[in-house]
């Protein structure tokens, strides 16, 4: 299965800045998906990163919070802008090859905002 | 309404005993796909199992099996033999026909905590 690249795998950032979260994939994939997991609840799915086109985002989550890139069928990049305490959590980059494939996930990146 | 339901946020289990731990899924569509996650406190989501919604077999993984019940619209992992390396978070999930427009997206339950004893 295709390996995927994600990082940072951790970072404590202050309030007010922002994060640029990379995922790199070792094969083209037509699916790419953002999910984040606050502290202690499931996965929520961000946004549908979309090659060559804006993202698709999901209700609660805005481009202007969330900015995302897919430049390629390998790469894409997820920012979390203007950041508060609550935007504290796991985000992961996940991908779909296809069919009954099931979702693959990079190791995430534990983000603390302070 | 949840879509994905999994009503045991912890349990435990001796090691080198079976162990199941329930999901249970709401949807309307006749074709679906069920997974099931490990995710172990490094964070990192682990496939395990999936189990489509035409299969008649339950699926099986080495030491995972699903316990596929489509009319009680249930898919329990069973965890066989269970090791001290299994404690982790488990995470069911559906993949829906047509799910909104977010095609191949996974709905996520609340995921269930499993401590091994030794």
């Known amino acids: 299965s295709a390996v995927i690249s994600q990082k940072p795998s951790r970072d404590i950032c202050q309030r007010g800045t922002s994060l640029t979260i990379q995922c790199q994939v070792d094969?083209?994939?037509?699916?790419m998906f953002w999910y984040r997991q606050q502290p202690g609840q499931s996965l929520t799915l961000i946004a549908t990163?979309?090659?060559?086109?804006?993202?698709?985002?999901e209700s609660g989550f805005v481009i202007d919070k969330f900015p995302i890139s897919r430049p390629n069928l390998t790469f894409s990049t997820l920012t979390v802008s203007n950041m508060s305490p609550e935007d504290s959590s796991i985000y992961l980059c996940?991908?779909?090859?296809?069919?009954?494939?099931?979702?693959?996930f990079g190791n995430g990146t534990r983000l603390t905002v302070t | 309404a949840q879509k994905i339901t999994q009503t045991q946020p912890g349990m435990f289990v001796q090691e080198k005993e079976a162990v199941t731990l329930d999901c249970t899924y709401d949807?309307?569509?006749?074709?679906?796909?069920l997974f099931w996650y490990k995710q172990p406190s490094s964070g990192e989501m682990i496939f395990l199992i999936y189990?489509?919604?035409?299969?008649?077999q339950n699926a099986t993984e080495g030491r995972y099996s699903l316990n596929f019940q489509k009319a009680r619209k249930s898919a329990n992992l069973v965890i066989s033999a269970s090791q001290l390396g299994d404690s982790a978070m488990y995470f069911c999930?559906?993949?829906?026909?047509?799910?909104?427009?977010?095609?191949?997206?996974?709905?996520f339950g609340k995921g269930t905590k499993l401590s091994v004893k030794p």
């Open positions: 999930a559906m993949r829906e026909q047509n799910y909104g427009g977010s095609q191949g997206n996974l709905i």
């Open positions: 189990q489509g919604s035409y299969d008649e």
């Open positions: 990163a979309n090659q060559g086109s804006e993202a698709t985002y």
């Open positions: 996940s991908i779909r090859t296809g069919g009954d494939s099931p979702l693959h």
């Open positions: 949807t309307s569509d006749q074709s679906y796909g």
């Open positions: 094969s083209q994939v037509t699916m």
